[in-house]
Protein backbone atom coordinates (compact mmCIF):
# COMPACT_ATOMS: atom_id res chain seq x y z
CA UNK A 1 0.00 0.00 0.00
CA UNK A 2 1.37 3.18 -0.90
CA UNK A 3 2.54 5.62 1.81
CA UNK A 4 3.66 9.08 0.68
CA UNK A 5 5.18 11.11 3.40
CA UNK A 6 6.70 14.94 3.60
CA UNK A 7 9.15 16.62 5.72
CA UNK A 8 9.23 18.98 7.07
CA UNK A 9 5.64 19.72 8.01
CA UNK A 10 6.06 23.36 8.65
CA UNK A 11 9.10 25.68 7.72
CA UNK A 12 9.64 29.46 8.21
CA UNK A 13 12.34 31.10 6.23
CA UNK A 14 13.63 34.23 5.73
CA UNK A 15 12.98 35.94 2.31
CA UNK A 16 15.52 34.97 -0.78
CA UNK A 17 16.64 31.87 1.25
CA UNK A 18 16.52 28.62 -1.20
CA UNK A 19 15.09 25.72 0.51
CA UNK A 20 14.39 22.17 -0.41
CA UNK A 21 11.05 20.40 0.28
CA UNK A 22 11.45 16.51 1.03
CA UNK A 23 8.68 13.71 0.02
CA UNK A 24 9.42 10.15 0.43
CA UNK A 25 7.19 7.11 -1.10
CA UNK A 26 7.00 3.07 0.15
CA UNK A 27 6.06 2.02 -3.49
CA UNK A 28 8.45 2.16 -6.38
CA UNK A 29 6.23 1.20 -8.99
CA UNK A 30 4.68 5.02 -9.70
CA UNK A 31 3.52 6.27 -12.96
CA UNK A 32 4.11 9.91 -12.38
CA UNK A 33 4.67 12.39 -9.30
CA UNK A 34 2.94 15.92 -9.48
CA UNK A 35 3.70 18.82 -6.90
CA UNK A 36 0.92 21.18 -6.14
CA UNK A 37 0.54 24.29 -4.14
CA UNK A 38 -2.44 25.35 -1.71
CA UNK A 39 -3.16 28.47 -0.70
CA UNK A 40 -5.11 29.23 2.53
CA UNK A 41 -8.97 28.46 1.61
CA UNK A 42 -7.90 27.76 -2.07
CA UNK A 43 -8.16 24.61 -4.63
CA UNK A 44 -4.88 22.44 -5.60
CA UNK A 45 -2.41 24.41 -8.04
CA UNK A 46 -0.21 21.92 -10.08
CA UNK A 47 3.10 22.86 -9.72
CA UNK A 48 5.39 20.53 -11.60
CA UNK A 49 4.85 16.89 -13.13
CA UNK A 50 7.49 14.33 -13.07
CA UNK A 51 6.98 11.02 -15.47
CA UNK A 52 8.41 8.10 -13.29
CA UNK A 53 11.34 7.96 -16.60
CA UNK A 54 11.93 11.21 -15.71
CA UNK A 55 14.72 12.63 -13.26
CA UNK A 56 13.55 16.33 -13.01
CA UNK A 57 11.61 19.01 -14.12
CA UNK A 58 11.70 22.39 -13.87
CA UNK A 59 9.62 25.68 -13.79
CA UNK A 60 10.87 29.28 -13.06
CA UNK A 61 12.62 29.38 -9.44
CA UNK A 62 11.04 25.63 -9.20
CA UNK A 63 13.08 22.17 -9.70
CA UNK A 64 11.80 19.38 -8.84
CA UNK A 65 14.12 16.10 -8.88
CA UNK A 66 12.55 12.26 -8.81
CA UNK A 67 14.73 9.34 -7.04
CA UNK A 68 12.81 6.39 -7.52
CA UNK A 69 14.62 3.90 -6.99
CA UNK A 70 15.24 5.57 -3.13
CA UNK A 71 11.21 6.92 -3.31
CA UNK A 72 12.24 10.25 -2.95
CA UNK A 73 11.24 13.29 -4.61
CA UNK A 74 12.30 16.97 -3.82
CA UNK A 75 11.12 19.90 -4.65
CA UNK A 76 13.73 23.12 -4.54
CA UNK A 77 13.32 26.64 -4.44
CA UNK A 78 15.14 29.23 -5.36
CA UNK A 79 15.35 32.69 -4.12
CA UNK A 80 12.24 32.26 -1.92
CA UNK A 81 9.63 35.01 -1.65
CA UNK A 82 6.88 36.32 0.72
CA UNK A 83 4.47 35.30 -2.09
CA UNK A 84 5.92 31.37 -1.94
CA UNK A 85 4.17 31.06 1.31
CA UNK A 86 1.52 28.25 0.99
CA UNK A 87 0.97 24.81 1.77
CA UNK A 88 3.34 22.16 -0.83
CA UNK A 89 1.34 19.01 -1.48
CA UNK A 90 3.31 16.17 -3.48
CA UNK A 91 1.28 13.49 -4.88
CA UNK A 92 1.86 10.15 -6.56
CA UNK A 93 -0.12 7.56 -8.59
CA UNK A 94 1.00 4.38 -9.07
CA UNK A 95 1.00 2.07 -12.31
CA UNK A 96 -1.90 0.64 -12.62
CA UNK A 97 -4.29 2.22 -10.36
CA UNK A 98 -3.86 6.10 -11.35
CA UNK A 99 -5.49 7.09 -7.97
CA UNK A 100 -3.00 9.93 -6.51
CA UNK A 101 -2.12 9.56 -2.63
CA UNK A 102 -1.54 12.58 -1.17
CA UNK A 103 1.12 13.21 1.27
CA UNK A 104 0.75 15.10 4.36
CA UNK A 105 1.84 18.78 2.87
CA UNK A 106 4.47 21.37 4.34
CA UNK A 107 3.45 24.64 5.12
CA UNK A 108 5.82 27.09 4.24
CA UNK A 109 6.34 30.57 5.59
CA UNK A 110 8.24 33.06 3.55
CA UNK A 111 9.17 36.21 5.93
CA UNK A 112 9.72 39.44 4.12
CA UNK B 1 -13.07 29.18 -18.69
CA UNK B 2 -12.64 27.35 -15.21
CA UNK B 3 -11.37 23.60 -16.42
CA UNK B 4 -13.02 22.26 -13.18
CA UNK B 5 -15.58 23.85 -11.64
CA UNK B 6 -17.28 22.82 -8.43
CA UNK B 7 -20.50 24.58 -7.03
CA UNK B 8 -21.26 25.23 -4.74
CA UNK B 9 -18.44 26.77 -3.11
CA UNK B 10 -19.57 27.21 0.63
CA UNK B 11 -22.35 24.74 2.23
CA UNK B 12 -23.65 25.14 5.71
CA UNK B 13 -26.50 22.33 6.57
CA UNK B 14 -27.66 21.19 9.29
CA UNK B 15 -27.46 17.15 11.02
CA UNK B 16 -29.87 15.11 8.99
CA UNK B 17 -30.09 16.74 6.06
CA UNK B 18 -29.74 15.56 1.92
CA UNK B 19 -26.78 17.58 0.23
CA UNK B 20 -25.44 17.69 -3.37
CA UNK B 21 -22.01 18.41 -5.10
CA UNK B 22 -21.37 19.11 -8.43
CA UNK B 23 -18.69 18.62 -10.32
CA UNK B 24 -17.84 19.88 -14.12
CA UNK B 25 -14.89 19.63 -16.27
CA UNK B 26 -14.16 20.84 -19.87
CA UNK B 27 -10.91 19.72 -20.46
CA UNK B 28 -12.42 16.13 -22.26
CA UNK B 29 -11.02 14.13 -19.43
CA UNK B 30 -12.21 10.61 -18.93
CA UNK B 31 -11.92 10.17 -15.71
CA UNK B 32 -13.06 12.37 -12.71
CA UNK B 33 -12.77 12.09 -9.02
CA UNK B 34 -13.82 13.23 -5.48
CA UNK B 35 -11.54 13.54 -2.66
CA UNK B 36 -11.80 15.00 0.68
CA UNK B 37 -10.01 17.15 2.59
CA UNK B 38 -9.80 16.99 6.13
CA UNK B 39 -9.16 19.56 8.98
CA UNK B 40 -5.59 18.30 9.18
CA UNK B 41 -5.76 19.36 5.30
CA UNK B 42 -5.23 15.71 4.71
CA UNK B 43 -6.52 14.95 1.12
CA UNK B 44 -8.15 11.45 0.37
CA UNK B 45 -9.41 10.00 -2.41
CA UNK B 46 -12.96 9.03 -2.17
CA UNK B 47 -14.09 7.78 -5.65
CA UNK B 48 -12.94 7.87 -9.69
CA UNK B 49 -15.28 7.13 -12.65
CA UNK B 50 -13.66 6.54 -15.59
CA UNK B 51 -16.21 6.92 -18.78
CA UNK B 52 -19.21 6.59 -16.30
CA UNK B 53 -18.01 3.55 -14.56
CA UNK B 54 -17.49 3.59 -10.76
CA UNK B 55 -13.09 2.44 -11.00
CA UNK B 56 -12.39 3.39 -7.64
CA UNK B 57 -14.22 3.48 -4.03
CA UNK B 58 -12.39 3.21 -1.35
CA UNK B 59 -14.18 2.95 2.06
CA UNK B 60 -16.74 5.15 2.33
CA UNK B 61 -19.98 5.42 4.26
CA UNK B 62 -22.62 4.59 1.54
CA UNK B 63 -24.55 7.24 2.87
CA UNK B 64 -22.15 9.00 0.22
CA UNK B 65 -23.21 8.40 -3.27
CA UNK B 66 -21.33 9.53 -6.33
CA UNK B 67 -23.41 10.05 -10.14
CA UNK B 68 -21.74 10.72 -13.09
CA UNK B 69 -24.37 11.52 -15.65
CA UNK B 70 -21.49 11.84 -18.75
CA UNK B 71 -17.92 11.77 -18.77
CA UNK B 72 -17.82 15.83 -18.27
CA UNK B 73 -19.65 15.65 -14.75
CA UNK B 74 -19.52 14.20 -11.54
CA UNK B 75 -21.61 14.91 -8.73
CA UNK B 76 -21.64 13.68 -4.81
CA UNK B 77 -24.77 12.98 -2.88
CA UNK B 78 -24.50 12.65 0.45
CA UNK B 79 -27.73 11.64 2.65
CA UNK B 80 -28.06 12.16 6.64
CA UNK B 81 -25.72 14.57 7.16
CA UNK B 82 -23.05 13.82 10.26
CA UNK B 83 -20.57 16.53 12.14
CA UNK B 84 -17.85 14.35 11.03
CA UNK B 85 -18.80 15.14 6.91
CA UNK B 86 -17.50 19.00 7.69
CA UNK B 87 -14.29 18.78 4.83
CA UNK B 88 -13.51 20.26 2.14
CA UNK B 89 -14.49 18.32 -0.91
CA UNK B 90 -11.69 18.53 -4.31
CA UNK B 91 -13.21 17.35 -7.66
CA UNK B 92 -10.28 16.67 -10.31
CA UNK B 93 -10.16 14.94 -13.36
CA UNK B 94 -7.67 13.46 -15.67
CA UNK B 95 -7.05 11.21 -18.71
CA UNK B 96 -7.11 7.31 -17.87
CA UNK B 97 -3.26 7.42 -17.41
CA UNK B 98 -2.80 10.49 -15.96
CA UNK B 99 0.10 11.11 -18.32
CA UNK B 100 -0.59 14.68 -18.41
CA UNK B 101 -1.45 15.16 -14.37
CA UNK B 102 -5.20 16.09 -12.22
CA UNK B 103 -6.52 18.91 -12.71
CA UNK B 104 -8.68 20.21 -9.24
CA UNK B 105 -11.19 22.12 -8.77
CA UNK B 106 -11.10 25.05 -6.28
CA UNK B 107 -12.97 22.61 -3.50
CA UNK B 108 -16.27 23.08 -2.01
CA UNK B 109 -16.25 23.60 2.38
CA UNK B 110 -19.05 21.86 3.72
CA UNK B 111 -20.37 22.71 7.55
CA UNK B 112 -22.76 20.28 8.87
CA UNK B 113 -23.85 22.19 12.05
Known amino acids: KQEVTQIPAALSVPEGENLVLNCSFTDSAIYNLQWFRQDPGKGLTSLLL?????REQTSGRLNASLDKSSGRSTLYIAASQPGDSATYLCAVSNTGTYKYIFGTGTRLKVLA | DTAVSQTPKYLVTQMGNDKSIKCEQN?????MYWYKQDSKKFLKIMFSYNNKELIINETVPNRFSPKSPDKAHLNLHINSLELGDSAVYFC????????????FGSGTRLTVV
Open chain 2, 27 to 31: LGHDT
Open chain 1, 50 to 54: IQSSQ
Open chain 2, 92 to 103: ASSWTEPYYGYT
